[in-house]
């Protein structure tokens, strides 16, 4: 194997796995977004008894 090859190859690995990590991360803001809203949502609720 020529050694420009590998280095695509690593490279590639490597681009692919900060892109899962940012998908991750971007899941978990969601996720927090989401329970944030709901709390919020729940709080209103016991203002309004």
């Given at each position: 194997?020529?050694?420009e090859e590998k280095n695509?190859?690593?490279n590639e690995?490597?681009?692919f796995?900060?892109?899962d990590e940012s998908v991750?991360?971007?899941v978990a803001q969601h996720v927090m977004?989401?329970?944030a809203k709901q709390?919020?949502?729940k709080?209103?609720?016991k203002d309004n008894k």
């Open positions: 194997m020529a050694e695509e190859e690593k690995k490597e681009s796995e900060m892109h991750c991360t971007g977004r989401q329970a709390q919020k949502e709080n209103k609720e």
